[in-house]
């Protein structure tokens, strides 16, 4: 059943669930006329689905020939610029099956970075074509990806940087025309891993994926079961991000392979995932006494995400085969290629968006139970320039995140595209209606892309716990800024827009929310699990009292912070979470807030009704709210109807609007049975004098001993001018 709130805003969105939410997020391009600039071109977006800004700088890298093992090619790097970038650093990094040849040029000797070789140099740009040429020599066979990228050193942005690669496949030279010779492309999705510094061998990847029956036993090979010792395999699995830095992954599958003879087919013996190190240990009761062949194969997958390649298919490194098993075997800790390294670094980043998301069940939502989970699929490879957003589909199997080639360099990019997997799932495969084109964290764009942006990049920033969104470059942006912007300046990642319509503010504010009331994000999960909220505004207004969520003055004042300014509406009750939220107090309690059929709501189908004993009764309505300092003037208002069987022209049952400030009780009106009317009628009353005070708004309504008086309010609102 889709909740009442949820159902009204599904009917917004329908035929939004092809939308595209990107996470190529710019920084300093500007959304307001500005001084003379050239339009950033050079470097653009691959498909119309990627929001990646635009860059003024570019680099292309081409090879003379196909190099295979033994043989040098030389490899020319062409940088191409818009603007002027007077230091500009170059990178350029190869996998160590290749030796980078630097000699004669602005680059450094390369040094060993991980399983790369990498070399750097700064040098001046400008806008005429530049280019160096390098040399490549190939040492062993196999997938190679050579890398450069392009950044400014001063001042690094996504608009002033750009990223290049070469893929190809070394072939084993060979004399004979034709044989072993190296080829463009690579295949990259099943490849042997590496134990230490060496590689290992490889088993076929045919026999490992054949869909066969179980290995048939004979007499000799099945001894009684007495006589079998169980095996316990275990070992690890560890790969490198950008830096080289060695990290395990964790919850990865892990499948022990094996073979009771030389000429029975593989089968998976054993199978679990990968713990919080990246370590493992599996046991099994093998059929036979001594096993031909057994081997580990490490998966990009586990019940909740994948990533898989441009095939569709997971990423998979096998160890090396061991023979004649009958004991435990440790087979270490298994490295893939370096080309694969990216795709293991984006799994194991989902990691973090698992752990934060505040739930106990084995699936991303409790809206779903195992084993019927959805799972989070990332689609990565080499040299992919389409990316990074997150495409939006009816279910998870229509639904994906794309990354770019670089992109999984960037925790915070892959935490922010699974920010907005984890929205979507929470909202039930519900999408707000929204059109992100070109959106940048600190320039308006609207207020329902500012919402989804703005949770995403607030989960990366509170995923990592530096309150940042970092490109893949290095360059990064500080979402907590709270300077107000300055007219008389263009926009640009350090003079953001103000309001609810910029993600970065929305972003900043929901880490405030979670970090300083809420105690946490658990509070905003559970109210996604069954609200769907279009913007921030629905979101803070109308959807966290139903979770009993602050709106308080002083979550209020953690928004203007972050120059969300929702104090010219310091209360807004049509009262439809009845006390919550609000922190309503009424007396009795329980007696006042409600849905009669003797009266309608003005709005919603809640409203406050004091009065009607028709009795010696006195019930009130209070509720506390601070008055800025800053403001010209404040007012509070309501809506009002009046029923009475008083038939006499004397006020005998009243109802006071009172101002509580401390131990003085100031009476702004009183309304009577004289007032009687058949429908709301709008009354507002002028709390000016309380400014810069904290204060409460009472309603107090007192009836005689005989004939009552209704004195229905709906739709409280105190603002602020």
């Known amino acids: 059943m889709i909740p009442k709130l949820r159902l009204r805003r599904w009917a917004a969105a329908i035929g939004t669930a092809a939308a595209l939410i990107s996470g190529g997020l710019e920084s300093t391009a500007t959304a307001l006329p500005q001084t003379k600039r050239p339009k950033c071109t050079l470097t653009v977006p691959a498909s119309p689905r990627s929001e990646a800004p635009p860059s003024c700088v570019a680099v ?14 030389a490899l020319r790097v062409r940088l191409r610029s818009q603007v002027a970038v007077p230091h500009a650093q170059l990178t350029v990094r190869v996998p160590d099956t290749l030796q980078l040849i630097t000699e004669g040029s602005p680059l450094s000797a390369p040094r060993q970075v991980g399983p790369w070789q990498q070399a750097k140099g700064v040098m001046a740009l400008n806008t005429h074509k530049q280019s160096l040429t390098l040399h490549v020599r190939a040492t062993a066979a196999g997938p190679v990806q050579i890398e450069a990228g392009l950044s400014d050193a001063d001042a690094p942005s996504p608009e002033r940087e750009a990223h290049d690669s070469v893929l190809l496949t070394v072939g084993k030279k060979s004399s004979s025309a034709g044989h072993g010779s190296s080829r463009s492309g690579v295949d990259i999705t099943s490849l042997p891993g590496r134990s230490g510094a060496r590689r290992s061998k490889s088993t076929s990847v045919s026999e ?3 869909k066969v029956p179980k290995p048939t036993r004979t007499a000799a ?39 009771t003879t030389s000429t029975a087919a593989q089968q998976v013996y054993a199978s679990g995932l990968t713990n919080n190190t990246g370590a493992f240990n599996l046991c099994f009761t093998p059929p036979v006494s001594s096993m031909y062949s057994l081997y580990v ?56 968006t698992w752990w934060w998301r505040s739930s106990n069940t084995s699936c991303w939502t409790s809206l779903e139970s195992a084993p019927n989970c959805s799972k989070m699929t990332v689609q990565w490879w080499p040299g992919n320039a389409d990316g990074g957003y997150y495409n939006p589909g009816a279910n998870a199997a229509a639904s994906y995140i794309r990354l770019r080639d670089n992109d999984p360099d960037s925790e915070h990019l892959v935490i922010h595209e699974s920010g907005h997997a984890l929205m979507h799932m929470l909202y039930n495969w519900w999408w707000p209606n929204v059109n992100c084109a070109g959106h940048q964290i600190h320039a308006a764009s609207s207020t329902g892309c500012a919402w989804t942006e703005g949770f995403a990049n607030a989960l990366a920033g509170s995923v990592k716990g530096d309150n940042k969104f970092v490109w893949p470059n ?28 910029v993600e970065g503010r929305v972003a900043g504010s929901l880490i405030d929310l979670w970090n300083q009331a809420d105690n946490g994000q658990s509070g905003t999960i559970n109210l996604m699990r069954t609200q769907g909220q279009s913007n921030f505004g629905e979101y803070f207004k109308d959807d966290r009292p139903a979770v009993s969520l602050s709106t308080s003055n002083t979550a209020r004042n953690l928004l203007y912070g972050h120059t969300i300014d929702y104090r010219a509406s310091l209360l807004n009750s049509s009262f439809e979470n009845g006390t919550a939220g609000w922190n309503w107090t009424a007396s009795p309690s329980g007696s006042v807030i409600g849905n009669w059929s003797t009266y309608p709501a003005r709005s919603g189908s809640m409203y406050a009704w004091l009065g009607g004993m028709g009795e010696a009764a006195t019930q009130s309505l209070s509720e506390q709210v601070t008055i800025p300092s800053n403001v010209n003037a404040a007012t509070m208002a309501f809506y009002n109807r009046i029923g009475t069987f008083e038939t006499e022209q004397s006020a005998y049952d009243t109802l006071k609007v009172q101002v509580i400030d401390g131990a003085t009780t100031s009476t702004l009106g009183t309304l009577s049975n004289l007032n009687a009317v058949g429908s ?31 004195f229905v309010v709906d739709d409280i609102t105190v603002t602020t001018s």
């Not at 292309?60 to 090619?73: H, I, R």
């Not at 500080?478 to 912007?485: A, D, I, Q, R």
């Not at 507002?684 to 004098?689: D, H, Q, V």
């Open 60 to 73: 292309d890298l081409t090879l003379d020939k196909l190099p295979a093992v033994g043989e040098t090619a």
């Open 208 to 210: 490992k994926f054949a």
């Open 221 to 259: 090979s099945s001894p009684s079961a007495a006589s079998i010792t169980p095996i316990c395999v275990n070992g690890g699995f560890h790969f490198t991000n950008q830096a080289g830095t060695w990290l395990g992954g964790r919850n990865l599958t892990v499948k022990v392979w094996g073979k």
């Open 297 to 352: 194969e490490f998966r990009s997958e586990s019940s909740v995400w994948q990533v898989v390649g441009n095939n569709g298919w997971v990423y998979s490194t096998t160890t090396s085969a061991r023979s004649n098993v009958s004991t435990n075997q440790n087979f270490g800790w298994t490295a893939p290629a370096a080309a694969q390294m990216r795709a293991w670094h984006a799994f194991d980043t989902l990691n973090l």
């Open 474 to 501: 290095g360059s990064e942006i500080n979402l907590m800024n709270s300077t107000w912007f300055n007219s008389s300046q263009p926009v640009s990642s350090t003079n953001w827009h103000n309001g609810d319509a």
């Open 680 to 710: 709301y009628t709008y009354r507002s009353y002028n709390l000016s004098a309380w400014r810069g005070k904290t204060v409460t708004i009472k309603l107090v309504s007192t009836e005689d001993a005989t004939l009552r008086t209704d």
